[in-house]
């Protein structure tokens, strides 16, 4: 079968690879839809950093490795002992691997767990072939009425809707998004999902501000124009926002999350950082009482949760930009 596989620092390539078969408790997928994700971006450019140059302890695998871990797909062949599932049903992967034991699995804190992996990284295959294999758990039914296209985008959406439960987001909160990539968007969809009735985001790029405008952000500021914490103390009364959502992964829109935040408010760590991040002074944090935390992965259950998003209309599908031309 096709597959795209990651060979090392800017190093992909399409090869044919042997075709998987599923063992017990496992099910065969035929893969349809796979997104790119910011992370996959970054593996390409600075990595390998989650790819294993060392056979990983879960999988055994090391480079090369399949690509994507945004994907979905209809279930193609059953491994011995699963009969919950039948062949044709639509699917979304949850593409986290880990030990399944330890104390952080148990808290669903996955992205802790000394163990962790993902497919598209660390070996069993990604999305970006044509089939893969997959633990039973690991697969969500897909309705009907949700195309396979948007099943795609349950995982980055899955990225903010765990980020608005880390924030403690309430409704009537004030909430700045900092950076409109495809994360940035998704924290705006998730934020209107949780019914929040003031999103605010900073975004340099037109294309991305445009995109952010359309998913329904009340305002959408250009840092190169205006002064962005400026505005949102505007905006809230002199106070700042509640919650800043930093997905740009620079020092600038970390020194803006900072201005921007209230005391006793929220800064969450979306974005992953290629260089060092600079702190003039961590007493700023501690004089205002600001929290910063970061937010990694998702749990099973917010996983789903996206899934009822997408199919009650609270999220909207208007993510996809690269449509094939066949």
């Known amino acids: 079968m096709r597959a795209l596989r990651f060979h090392g620092n800017k190093d992909i390539r399409i090869e044919d690879i042997p075709e998987p078969s599923p063992r017990p408790g496992w099910v065969k997928v035929k893969n349809a839809w796979a997104g790119i994700c910011g992370s996959d971006l970054?593996?390409?450019?600075?990595?390998?950093?989650?790819?294993?140059t060392e056979p990983h302890i879960l999988t055994g695998e090391t480079l090369p490795t399949v690509c994507g871990h945004e994907f979905s797909g209809v279930v193609c062949e059953l491994g011995d002992g699963v009969n919950d599932i039948r062949i044709g049903q639509k699917v979304a992967v949850f593409p986290i691997l880990t030990d399944q034991t330890c104390h952080w699995c148990q808290q669903e804190l996955y992205g802790i767990c000394p163990s962790w992996g993902f497919l598209g990284y660390s070996g069993y295959g990604g999305g970006m072939a044509e089939y893969i294999c997959v633990e039973r758990k690991a697969l969500h039914l897909i309705p009907d009425e949700l195309s396979l296209e948007v099943a795609a985008l349950v995982e980055p959406l899955a990225v903010g809707w765990h980020a608005v439960n880390v924030g403690k987001v309430k409704s009537d909160h004030h909430c700045l998004v900092v950076g409109a990539g495809p994360i940035g968007i998704?924290?705006?969809?998730?934020?209107?999902?949780?019914?929040?009735?003031?999103?605010?985001?900073?975004?340099?790029?037109?294309?991305?501000?445009?995109?952010a405008q359309a998913a329904g952000a009340h305002h959408v500021l250009d840092p190169s124009k205006d002064n962005v914490p400026d505005v949102c103390f505007r905006l809230t009364a002199g106070l700042g926002v509640h919650t800043?959502?930093?997905?740009?992964?620079?020092?600038?829109?970390?020194?803006?999350?900072?201005?921007?935040?209230?005391?006793?408010?929220?800064?969450?760590?979306?974005a992953i950082y290629e260089t060092s991040l600079t702190l003039q002074t961590p007493n700023i944090l501690n004089r205002r009482s600001i929290t910063y935390v970061g937010s990694n992965t998702y749990t099973r259950g917010e996983f789903q949760e996206v899934i009822e998003a997408l199919v009650s209309?609270?999220?909207?599908?208007?993510?996809?930009?690269?449509?094939p031309d066949f």
Not at 259 to 266: K, L, Y
């Open 42 to 52: 970054h593996e390409y450019s600075v990595g390998p950093k989650n790819v294993p």
């Open 313 to 323: 209309g609270k999220c909207t599908d208007d993510l996809i930009s690269c449509q």
């Open 244 to 270: 800043v959502f930093e997905c740009a992964g620079i020092q600038a829109a970390f020194d803006v999350s900072l201005a921007s935040v209230r005391g006793a408010g929220t800064i969450v760590n979306v």
């Open 186 to 211: 998704a924290m705006v969809h998730c934020l209107l999902a949780r019914g929040v009735e003031s999103v605010i985001v900073s975004e340099p790029s037109p294309t991305r501000a445009a995109h």
